[in-house]
């Protein structure tokens, strides 16, 4: 079957670093996408990855193994508004998308 | 770029009722459009795929007489929730993407449904 596994929930602290997994086994694979999504609000759309590397966007990283089945999510200097889920989805054979359970992120000041 | 609207973003009705959700794609043309369900600290649940111009494609489970989808333009999709009960009450999202499947998904604020 398909699965994404990513931690349930992760604490960090204001304007630390934190590193969000994600391992997935899936029927092909066309892409890992991550999402953020706050309380009571759609997902916003954070990063792509479809080549092994890491990806760089602002504060937000994102990294690929495809060998591995693995990729993180790497937010610094963490501020208060980025208390949300973090969906990790992975694209397979057929182009859907198969969708993690989300990490809920708590910052503490 | 890449902004898609949900209508209403909340309602609220008596058990019995129909409700219609509108999803649309404001600066792209939305060739695929998704519908999502997510129940309090859930992960996303698809409920169905639909292109522009053919039948919606239904995840198993999912009825397709009760959740009516139409995707009558680029720009366009709708749900509609025929004869909505109590446990239909949800939080239900679209997403949009462009002509390549590979394209990433953009979503909708998503629509807060009650049924009382």
């Known amino acids: 079957g398909q699965n994404i596994d990513q931690p349930t929930e992760m604490t960090a602290t204001e304007g630390a670093i934190v590193q969000i997994n994600c391992t997935y086994q899936t029927s092909g694979f066309n892409g890992l996408f991550w999402y953020q999504q706050h309380a009571g609000e759609a997902p916003t759309f954070l990063s792509y990855n479809v080549l092994d590397g890491l990806e760089e966007k602002g504060r937000f990283s994102s990294f690929l193994s495809r060998s591995k089945g693995y990729s993180y999510l790497l937010l610094k200097e963490l501020q208060m508004k980025d208390s949300a889920s973090y969906l990790c989805a992975v694209m397979d054979s057929n182009y859907q998308l198969i969708w993690g359970a989300g990490t809920k992120l708590i910052i503490k000041p | 770029g890449a902004v898609v609207s949900q209508h209403p973003s909340r309602v609220i009705c008596k058990s019995g009722t129909s409700v219609k959700i509108e999803c649309r794609s404001l600066?792209?043309?939305?060739?695929?459009m998704f519908w999502y369900r997510q129940f309090p600290k859930k992960s996303l649940m698809l409920m169905a795929t639909s292109n522009e111009g053919s039948k919606a494609t239904y995840e198993q489970g999912v009825e397709k007489d009760k959740f009516l989808i139409n995707h009558a333009s680029l720009t366009l999709s709708t749900l509609t929730v025929t004869s909505a009960h109590p446990e239909d009450s949800s939080f239900y999202i679209c997403?949009?993407?462009?002509?390549?499947?590979?394209?990433?998904?953009?979503f909708g604020p998503g629509t807060r449904l009650l049924v009382l």
């Open positions: 997403s949009a993407r462009g002509p390549s499947r590979q394209e990433t998904q953009y």
């Open positions: 600066d792209f043309q939305a060739t695929t």
